[in-house]
């Protein structure tokens, strides 16, 4: 599970100090599917980047699957990274000079996977999102929808514990942003920890649980669905 103990986190320079978190505490059960809803400016970002592990809380504790990380060093946070999370961003995030199967692909060469088995898991990993047929394709030569799909791919192909989405279906049109959210529950109902940052209400509603933020703060939880 992932457990955050009253957790802050504050940015400061010479002039000003903004506190982004303000001692939050929190569990997410393995194999849940999580929406983080809140105003621009509440702190989702900075929730996700923590959860991530691409930021480190000011004060307080974070529990990554039974670990406690939040003062660990940046080495060993970047290997549980590499091996445990995935990520899924508005702007897709692929590399325009490689194909689609090769942006997938790059996940697995951080990981260490050796030739054949790279190949056989992207070539899974396409065929799950139903983009297998674009493979050789770049990333310009496809639908904003099929670029999504593809940066799901990416975050799956490695079988990671927890799939961290920010606003995946931001730039979508309505039937692939529910196409993309048919995969993330997909993944939950598989075992897999899904935590995603929206703005919408529809796309909240299909989670299992929703979070709300306001100034730092968690405001309020609503179960959804069993």
Same mark, same amino acid.
């Given at each position: 599970?992932?457990?955050?103990? =009253? &957790? /802050?986190?504050? $940015? %400061? ?5 903004? !506190? ?84 997938? =692909? &790059? /996940?697995?060469? $951080? %990981? ?5 088995? !790279? ?97 730092? !703060? ?9």
């Amino acid at each position: 599970m992932l457990k955050l103990e =009253e &957790v /802050a986190k504050t $940015y %400061r320079t010479t002039e000003v100090e903004t !506190r982004a978190l303000d001692r939050v505490s929190m569990e997410i059960a393995p194999g849940e599917f999580v929406a983080i809803m809140g105003p621009s400016g509440c702190g989702k970002s900075t929730m996700l980047n923590i959860l991530g592990l691409l930021d480190r809380p000011t004060a307080g504790r974070y529990w990554f699957f039974g670990e406690e990380v939040a003062r660990y060093p940046e080495a060993k946070l970047t290997r549980l990274r590499r091996d445990k999370i995935g990520f899924v961003f508005q702007s897709f995030n692929l590399i325009d000079d490689l194909t689609i199967a090769e942006n997938v =692909e &790059v /996940a697995l060469i $951080y %990981r260490g996977v050796h030739g054949a088995e !790279r190949k056989r898991r992207v070539q899974a990993a396409l065929e799950k999102v139903g983009i297998a047929h674009r493979a050789r394709h770049k990333p310009q030569q496809l639908s904003g929808g099929q670029q999504q799909r593809d940066a799901v791919a990416r975050a799956l192909v490695s079988a990671p514990r927890l799939i961290l989405a920010d606003e995946p279906t931001g730039n979508l049109d309505t039937a692939n942003g529910e196409a993309v959210m048919a995969l993330l529950k997909q993944a939950a109902s598989e075992g897999v920890t899904v935590v995603m940052v929206t703005h919408s209400l529809v796309h909240a509603g299909e989670a299992q649980r929703t979070i709300q933020l306001l100034d730092g !703060r968690v405001v309020s939880e609503t179960q959804l669905a069993a």
